[in-house]
């Protein structure tokens, strides 16, 4: 199969990316994290730098999703590090995303163990909380808006909570249940619509002549 | 916590957490929350709930609440055993990933990985957010103010992190 996807054809800068330029880029981009690091990813990579297009920016980002470990964005940092400057610029990639945010977080664990039980302190945090658990809320709002409106969705939405909310059941033997069983109906569902589609095809093809 | 034999089974345990949590870091906190809460009591539910906080307000990465947790739990070393876990598997997969040069995985796997775990992933966000609602269970206030921040943030475009900030200046001045 010819290979046509964008990510294979010259990058999209002419500007010699080095290893450094990309560690640096990446501490940056890490630590304005006001508004998320996917913005400024985004925003720097795309729009200011130009060192990727949208169509490969996107691409990458779908196979970095796939990547399980639950660290979608650093999985695309290294892709995109390797890109532009092989495996040294995916090395860099990586270490920019955690190098300088490792010390902050550490900093500020150690700051909440010695302040976080005294008075104030611990009245902003659980303001702070109470917010954090707002945006919980929006988000599986926000998402569980997105589940189609028929019933199997539901029912896998359901199970899931159940399991894993309520009744706090260990992930790891929910999911290596669950999973497998999701993703195989999936899997008939699909291929029932393509039956049905080809099927339709050839019956407008057949009328057509 | 403090043996070598709890942070090996911690770092262990976490890392297939990660790995089997479809949908990255937030489908997986109901299980850290159940492993370091209820099954070990290494942190109150409270106390988890603020390092969570915590890490979403201080700048870097949201992954990173792991090396923030890490660090509550046990110092330098904590820290450095859960970033590890936080990032190794995926160091080792996107280098696997990389190296099959796979820019077109399955298409067919794929959309059935999507579309099957879709409805899963949205059942872990709703469990995530019920875990550290029902820790606020007998505060009405902190209830009423948590619904209250959601409808704000589903209604307006604002910055979610404005209102962290507003949140831990209405703590401390007790509205909350």
């Known amino acids: 199969m010819p290979d046509t996807s964008p990510a294979s054809g010259p990058p999209a800068t002419k500007e010699i990316i080095t290893p450094w330029m990309i560690y640096l880029l990446y501490t940056k981009i890490t630590l304005l994290g006001f508004g998320g690091t996917m913005f400024w990813l985004r925003r720097s990579m795309i729009e200011d730098r130009k060192w990727v297009t949208e169509a490969e920016f996107v691409e990458m980002f779908t196979v970095a999703q796939l990547v399980p470990g639950g660290a979608n964005l650093y999985n695309l940092s290294l892709m995109l590090g390797h890109r532009f400057a092989g495996v040294r610029g995916a090395v860099a990639a990586g270490l920019g995303f955690i190098s300088v945010p490792f010390f902050v977080m550490v900093t500020v664990a150690l700051l909440y163990l010695e302040y976080g039980e005294q008075p104030l302190v611990n009245k902003a945090l659980t303001g702070m909380f109470t917010v954090v658990v707002g945006l919980m809320i929006a988000n599986a709002y926000s998402m569980a808006k997105a589940v189609p409106r028929r019933l199997r969705p539901w029912l896998f939405t359901l199970l899931t909570f159940t399991a894993i909310g309520a009744a706090r059941w260990p992930l790891v033997s929910v999911m290596l249940l669950l999973a497998p069983f999701a993703v195989s109906v999936a899997w008939r569902d699909i291929a029932g619509e393509r039956v049905a589609a080809a099927k339709a095809a050839s019956a407008t093809a057949g009328e057509a002549k | ?176």
């Open chain 2, 1 to 176: 916590m403090s043996q070598q034999d709890d942070m090996l089974t911690m770092f262990w345990q976490f890392t297939l957490i990660l790995l089997l949590a479809v949908g990255g870091l937030t489908s997986a906190i109901p299980d850290i929350q159940r492993h370091v809460v209820e099954q070990n009591a290494w942190l109150t539910a409270r106390q988890f709930g603020e390092v969570y906080a915590l890490s979403q307000a201080t700048p870097g990465p949201n992954v990173m609440v792991m090396t923030m947790l890490g660090a509550v739990l046990n110092g330098w070393t904590g820290a450095i055993v859960l970033t590890i876990a936080m990032f190794l598997p995926g160091t080792i997969l996107t280098a696997l990933m990389i190296h099959m040069n796979a820019r077109n995985p399955d298409a067919m796997l794929a959309l059935a990985v999507r579309r099957g775990l879709a409805p899963v992933v949205i059942g872990l966000m709703i469990s995530t957010a019920w875990v550290m609602l029902s820790t606020l269970s007998n505060d009405w206030r902190g209830v009423t103010m948590s619904f209250a921040t959601a409808l704000l943030v589903l209604r307006t475009r604002l910055n979610p992190l404005w209102l962290v900030g507003l949140g831990a200046v209405a703590g401390m001045l007790e509205v909350i």
